[in-house]
Every structure is written in structure tokens, then in C-alpha cells.
């Protein structure tokens, strides 16, 4: 970054003021990203964004991962962002933006901060009214700024005139609000030459409001102490906002349970005696239920009740639950404004004494722990069965949608971190997530959980993941189809069926000189066999299932989607429309 100067430094002979420095706007938002702490870039080149990636290869701070697709850098941007607190993409115009939009809007859905940048149309053909390609050739320019409003914290059209504020202000919106931003930097200004505060960019929450804080604080505290059965429902803002080790030193001081929802799974250590499972209404563990719906005092930290986290709207959170979210507290009839959530949270333990008239758990329940047949052809019982002994701390789990949910039913090891999208729920999204968490942490272990119809939509990213020696475990069932979706309708139908691909075989397409071992496993000594292998190279587990085995879960859940979904009129009443649980 050769112009960078501190300030009071010039370029082109002109003084700048103190405090601040020349740059280029390209280079400028690269060192913001960096400040952000970020340290890869995942995306697709194009003529637009071409100059950028220069730039970005001139510097060597930031690290470019060039993906097969942008809806997979998309999805990589994701997971990078769930392990490192923040991710970027950058694309071309609309032909590669649109093809992110599902992710971005993922990104939205879930609460990860991602930012977009899309290298744009130049400035010149904006003013000039001149047509171009990656347009819909009506000369309009204005499109998909709209389109990405939508599912954004914040967008922007960078010019010289607004780059210096506009870059930090959506950093920063993305970072505090936790969620996705989109830029669209025009071509033709990358190079140009701006003033910038000289100042790394701050990364953090507006401080809370003190007085609003200490009566927030004080107000939980008060309730929860005089409560004879608190609990904490946590969502998974808890962990976005860095608060997930304070919820349970205040359930600690507390001696009160802890529940999460699916989206929050492995934010709070499965083996804290106080952990209670997850919460999902008429679908919660049986501690779980007893835990958040028998409280007389409930904190809820950001709870978003959907289908899939309400257990299709049995949810019963008790009469005067109360509500933090990562900026706002609602207590009964009042709502606190300019609270953030870590503080709120510390200062209720602070404000709390130590309980020790209540036990310290363990409300858990242990997993089950059946006898397998080795050499039996694998059911899905017997695979989730030995999976989970096969991890261990540290583990990063990734699911897609599918049978593969069965993860929600692991006992976690300590330090385990799950990456899903549970509220967006895209299929294929965990196989651009896995490049993005392996970029993130290559120093921990990934596991990939996936169905042969989550797999094809996003197969190709093995190739990324294999240029650059990644080395996740793969466990991708083979069932001939969306055997989730038979449990909503179309058991049998050719709708639901996928071609049958030589998934062993794609290690070695997509790098024919790779050490990736592969797997395809029929019985459970087949499996466990592939487990034995060494975590130094990539291993991809094919196991061969029947299109009818499911987890009983996934199957009610399905079921009852479909009764959601369709209606009482619907057709899953047909005979055998559906897959049903065994009887
Ligand atoms: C982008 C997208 N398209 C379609 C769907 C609908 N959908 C949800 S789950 C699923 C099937 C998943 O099948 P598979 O990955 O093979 O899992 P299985 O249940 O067979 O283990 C489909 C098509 C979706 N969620 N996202
Ligand atoms: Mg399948």
C-alpha cells in the first residue's frame, strides 16, 4: 500500500489534515476488511471487479479463495464469518451478484455478517448513459441495489465523494447488526486516489446507555432472584454477540438451566452440568421442555420462533418471558433501548448473588448407547450411532438439510461449534460453508454432514476445498433422492429421486493427483473402518441407505410439515404419499 501515509503526509502535492492519509479507494477497502479482521476473500472474477482483485493481489495482506460459483463463495463467506466473527465476497455485476443473493439473504436469515462487494458498472458509462453487458440493456443501473436492499443491513454505490464514510459505515452496520451489507464499486474508481482516516477502524458495539443498562440489569437480576425455577432460552444471537461463556456463568450463578434452539446447538458446552437440551417445543428433549416451560422466570436471548425452532408453534414460553435481544431488552411492559447484549447479560451476573440452595444440573440426557450390528447393512440408527463416538473436542460439525439433521441429536464434545442454516435452510449451503469454516480454522477438525441431494447442488467446491489441501471428513449419504421431502410427499415419486453419481470417484476428478481416501460403505464395519482413517488428508465417506430410513425426528417433522404446508385438503392424505415412522 504505497500511498498509505500517515497524516499530514500528500499526494499529488496536496497537504493532507491531520488524522488522515491518502489512499485508493480499492486499497482502502481492502484494509478496512483486514481491520475487520478479515483475512481471505472468497468470489468469482469479472471485468468489474478485476481491478480489485489486483489490488487485492498486490497486497499481501488479504488472501484470495477463487470458487467454483458465487453462491458458493457466498455460502463460504457464510461459514468464514461463523468462525471468524466476519467474511467478504466480492463478485461482478448482477450475473455474479444474483448468483449470491441466496446466500446473502441466508446470510441475513441467519445473522452472519458477510460483505458484498460487487465490482459495478464504471461510473462513466453511469453518467454517460452508456449501455453494458452484465445489464439488462435497458440502460438502467439502479436494479440490483434494489434487489439487495432487501436482504442487507446496508447498501451503497461507492463514489470518491462517499468511499471514505460509506465503506465504514457498512462495515461497521454489518459487524454491530450482524448481518450481511452490499457495495457495488464501479470500475472505474478502485484506483483513484481518496483521503482516509489514518485510524484502524474500531471494531465495536456503540457503548449501552449507562442509566438504561443498570436498570435493565437491575430489573433481570430482581426477577430472576426471586424466581424459584429461572431459565435461559438461547438463540443463536447469543453467540453472534459474543455472549455465549456469560450466559453460563450467569445460569452458574444462577443455578439455572440452559436450553437452546437448533440454530444455537454448540453455543452452549453440551457438557455444562445446567445444560438442558434443546428447546423446540412438542419436539424439545424432555429436560428441555420441562426446563423453559415450568420456569416461573424465563430469559429468552434472542429467540426467533419459526417452524423448525418452535416445534411447529407448540412453543409455550411462560406468561411474562423475558426478552434480550443484541441492542434491546423487553421486560414485561417495558422496553430498554441502547443495551447490548453482553452487557446486559454481565451485568445481571454481577448484579445476582450465588445460589446454592438449587442443584448444579445435570438436566442433559445421556445418549442412547445400543449395540450394533457390525455387519448388518448400515441403517441410519446404527451410522448417527457411531458417529457419535467418533468425535471429539474441538470437532466444527456442519449439516445440510436432510436426514442428516440427526446431528441436533449428538452430545457435543466441549468446544465443538455447529455450522446449519436451519432458518434459510438452502440445500447445498454446508458444502460452500465447509471451504469457508476450513479457511477460517484450518487447525481444527471439519466434519461434513450431507445427502446426495444437498451434495449435488454445490458438488463442484471439492475442487476448492482440494486446491487447497483442505482435509475435512465427508460423511454423505447416499439414498437415491430427498428422502426428507418423502416424509412430506412423494414417497415413492420420481420428484424425489436424484441420479446416482460415482461420489467416490469425485476426489479424483476434481484433482487427479489427490491423496483424498474414499470410502463407500455398505455395513457398519465398512464404516467403521473408514473412521480409522487419518485426519491428514481429505476423507469422503460415501454410506449406501435405504430411501425409507430416516431418523423418527425427521420424519415427524416432515409429516407435520406437510400438514402446515398443504392443509387438511392437501395431498399427503393419499395411501402411501408419505413416508411414515415405523409402527
Ligand atoms: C435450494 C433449495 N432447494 C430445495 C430445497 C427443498 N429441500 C429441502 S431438503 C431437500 C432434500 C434433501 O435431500 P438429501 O440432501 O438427499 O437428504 P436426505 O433427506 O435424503 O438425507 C430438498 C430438495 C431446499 N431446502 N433448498
Ligand atoms: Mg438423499
Known amino acids: 500500500m504505497s500511498m498509505a501515509e500517515q497524516g499530514g503526509g500528500s499526494a499529488n502535492g496536496r497537504m493532507t489534515q491531520q488524522g488522515r492519509q491518502w489512499m485508493k479507494i480499492g486499497e482502502f477497502l481492502l ?20 481491478e480489485l482483485l489486483q489490488q487485492l493481489e498486490d497486497s499481501t495482506e488479504l488472501k484470495w479463495v477463487g470458487t467454483c460459483s458465487e453462491l458458493n463463495a457466498s455460502y463460504a463467506a457464510d461459514g468464514y464469518a461463523r468462525l471468524n466473527g466476519m467474511g467478504a465476497v466480492t463478485v461482478t455485476n448482477a450475473v455474479g451478484a444474483l448468483s449470491a443473493i441466496n446466500g446473502i439473504a441466508g446470510s441475513y436469515a441467519e445473522h452472519v455478517p458477510v460483505i458484498l462487494i460487487a465490482g459495478s458498472i464504471p461510473l462513466r458509462s453511469i453518467e454517460r448513459g452508456l449501455g453494458m453487458h452484465h445489464t439488462t ?21 461507492l463514489t470518491p465523494q462517499n468511499a471514505a464514510t460509506e465503506i465504514d459505515r457498512l462495515i461497521l ?34 457503548a449501552s446507555d449507562p442509566e438504561r443498562l443498570k436498570s435493565c440489569a437491575g430489573a433481570i437480576a430482581d426477577l430472576m432472584s426471586k424466581a424459584q425455577s429461572p431459565a435461559i432460552l438461547a438463540d443463536q444471537d447469543a453467540g453472534r454477540y459474543g455472549a455465549a461463556g ?10 439455572a438451566p440452559v436450553a437452546v434452539t437448533s440454530p444455537a446447538k454448540g453455543m452452549i458446552d453440551e457438557n455444562f452440568p445446567l445444560f438442558a437440551g434443546i428447546y423446540n417445543g412438542r419436539g424439545s428433549t424432555a429436560q428441555a421442555r420441562q426446563a423453559i416451560e415450568g420456569a416461573d422466570c424465563l430469559l429468552s436471548i434472542g429467540y426467533r420462533p419459526i417452524d423448525g425452532t418452535s416445534g411447529d408453534f407448540t412453543a409455550a414460553l411462560p406468561a411474562g418471558t423475558i426478552s434480550a435481544r443484541g441492542h434491546s431488552v423487553d421486560i414485561g411492559a417495558d422496553n430498554y433501548q441502547a443495551v447490548n447484549l453482553k452487557d446486559v447479560i454481565r451485568g445481571v451476573t ?55 439433521y440427526a446431528i441436533f441429536g449428538f452430545r457435543l ?20 460453508a465447509l471451504l469457508g469454516t476450513m479457511t477460517a480454522a484450518p487447525e481444527r477438525r471439519h466434519l ?19 486446491r487447497h489441501d483442505c482435509k475435512p471428513v465427508i460423511f454423505l449419504i447416499n439414498n437415491g433422492g430427498y428422502t426428507i421431502e418423502r416424509g412430506y410427499m412423494g414417497k415413492t415419486s420420481d420428484y424425489n429421486d436424484v441420479a446416482t453419481w460415482a461420489y467416490t470417484d469425485l476426489p479424483k476428478v476434481f484433482r487427479p493427483d489427490t491423496t483424498a481416501q474414499s470410502f463407500k460403505v455398505t455395513t457398519v464395519a465398512d464404516l467403521e473402518r473408514a473412521l480409522a482413517a487419518p485426519n491428514d488428508r481429505m476423507v469422503f465417506i460415501e454410506s449406501v441407505m435405504d430411501r425409507f430410513d430416516a431418523p423418527a425426528p425427521v420424519i415427524h417433522s416432515s409429516n407435520n410439515g406437510a400438514e402446515l404446508d398443504y392443509g387438511p385438503r392437501g395431498p399427503q392424505h393419499r395411501d402411501n404419499a408419505q413416508l411414515q415412522p415405523a409402527t
Open 350 to 404: 454481577g448484579a445476582v448473588g450465588q445460589v446454592t440452595s438449587r442443584p448444579e444440573g445435570q438436566f442433559a440426557a445421556p445418549m442412547a448407547n445400543g449395540q450394533v450390528d457390525g455387519s448388518a447393512q448400515i441403517t441410519q440408527a446404527a451410522y448417527w450411532q457411531t458417529i457419535q463416538s467418533y468425535l471429539r473436542p474441538g470437532d466444527v460439525l456442519l449439516t445440510d438439510n436432510g436426514t442428516s
Open 173 to 206: 452496520t454489518a459487524w454491530r447488526e450482524k448481518l450481511p451489507v452490499y457495495m457495488e464499486l464501479p470500475s472505474d474508481i478502485a484506483y483513484l486516489d481518496i483521503e482516509v482516516p489514518a485510524a484502524p477502524l474500531a471494531m465495536a458495539q456503540p
Open 137 to 157: 440493456g435497458d440502460g438502467t443501473w439502479d436494479r440490483f441495489l434494489g434487489a439487495f436492499a432487501q436482504v442487507t443491513a446496508g447498501h451503497t454505490r
Open 246 to 255: 456469560d450466559v453460563r456463568m450467569l445460569a452458574e450463578k444462577l443455578r
Open 31 to 50: 484494509r478496512r476488511l483486514q481491520e475487520a479482521g478479515i483475512g481471505h476473500v472468497f468470489g468469482v472474477p469479472g471485468d468489474f471487479n478485476l
Open 413 to 432: 464434545p466441549p468446544g465443538c461449534t455447529v455450522v446449519a442454516s436451519v432458518i434459510w435452510g438452502s440445500i447445498g449451503y454446508s458444502v460452500g
Open 448 to 466: 461434513l454432514f450431507i445427502g446426495d441431494g444437498s451434495f449435488q447442488e454445490t458438488a463442484q467446491e471439492l475442487s476448492t476445498m482440494l
